[in-house]
């Protein structure tokens, strides 16, 4: 089964690349961006196919390695 | 004293660890590859700087990972002392080692240059060679180098005296100008600039050299 997890920033943590992002989108014309945030994208191909141990797999990544939870937050989902 | 400099693929400051190492301690200081796994013949153990793995995922995030890692936090915890610069301070919060985490600058710009810092702490082995409040010179060469805790952990490394160097004028968005952070127990340092590319006149200066000097000393003794 596959899992896709998002890496986000936490809320309250400067984000650089966000907020250069949100001034180009301005000064490409598009008005009304309130905030931009980057985050990461990982899919993950996985041979299990229980979906609640892929789940409990792919947590424990998150926490060993994908995220830096000192600074981000994760999803996870895992599709059939 | 036995020391010896971490190797990953893509460090690339690890011979003037060894070089810095070498001139303070008058003996040779061996390169240790990540895939080792036995430092137990070593005193001191150093993290160099570099891009190691490339920067990928986070800076510091695969190397923290490599099965040297599990050696030098277990010489860490039994309080031997453990110096990252560089990307190794990277690796060193990546670890759990010490607090907090190094994000992209706050100008989004690779910084190159030489910055002033004010020793914050003289009073652990790592800046013996230098006194409280003294300003010295070192280079930074880094993308990531904004350190960042939340406000808990930053009120208890500020009240720790965990704050080794502080920028004069900072160049990269840190925390409290924060530029080198100690472990609660003084034996881990972790910092962006460079002490060990000013080691000799014919590099630009000397100003990293007492910190080499004062390491060695205090662990001599």
């Known amino acids: 089964m596959k899992a896709k997890v998002h890496v986000t920033l936490k809320n ?3 984000d650089p690349q966000g907020k ?28 299990e196919t229980d979906a609640d141990k892929a789940r409990a797999q792919v947590d424990e990544m998150c926490k060993k390695l994908l995220a830096n939870t000192v600074i981000e937050n994760y999803t996870i989902d895992i599709e059939g | 004293m036995k020391a010896c400099v971490i190797v990953f693929p893509a460090s690339n400051c690890d011979r003037d660890m060894k ?15 990540h895939r080792e796994t036995d430092l137990s013949g070593y005193d001191l153990v150093t993290i160099p700087g570099g891009f190691s793995y490339g920067d990928y995922l986070r800076c510091g995030a695969m190397a923290a990972r490599s099965p040297i890692m599990a050696e030098v936090v277990k010489h860490a915890q039994r309080g031997a002392p453990v ?17 907090g985490v190094l994000m992209r600058n706050a100008h989004l710009k690779f910084i190159c240059k030489d910055v002033s810092l004010k020793v914050e702490n003289a009073n652990t082995i790592f800046t ?18 904004n350190y960042f805790t939340d406000a808990e952990t930053l009120k208890a490394i ?15 968005g840190s925390i409290n100008d924060i530029a080198g952070v100690l ?4 034996n ?27 390491l060695v000393k205090s662990l001599a003794a």
């Open chain 2, 83 to 99: 110096l990252g610069i560089c990307n190794g301070f990277q690796v060193l919060c990546e670890s759990g080692l010490l607090p």
């Open chain 2, 183 to 186: 472990n609660k127990a003084g």
């Open chain 2, 19 to 33: 070089v810095a190492l070498e001139r303070s301690l008058g003996s040779p200081v061996d390169m240790v590859w």
């Open chain 2, 158 to 172: 500020e009240g720790n005296g965990q704050v080794a160097f502080r920028y004069v004028n900072n160049p990269n």
């Open chain 1, 12 to 14: 309250g943590v400067l």
């Open chain 1, 20 to 47: 250069a992002i949100e001034h180009t989108l301005g000064s490409l014309g598009f008005k009304g961006v309130k905030q931009a945030r980057q985050g990461k994208f990982i899919e993950l191909d996985l041979a």
């Open chain 2, 188 to 214: 881990v340092l972790g910092m962006m600039p460079h002490p060990e590319r000013l080691v000799d006149p014919l590099l630009g200066g000397i100003d990293g050299k007492p910190m080499f000097d004062g």
């Open chain 2, 128 to 145: 013996s060679g230098y006194s409280s409040g003294e300003v010295v010179t070192y280079p930074v060469a880094h993308h990531d180098g």
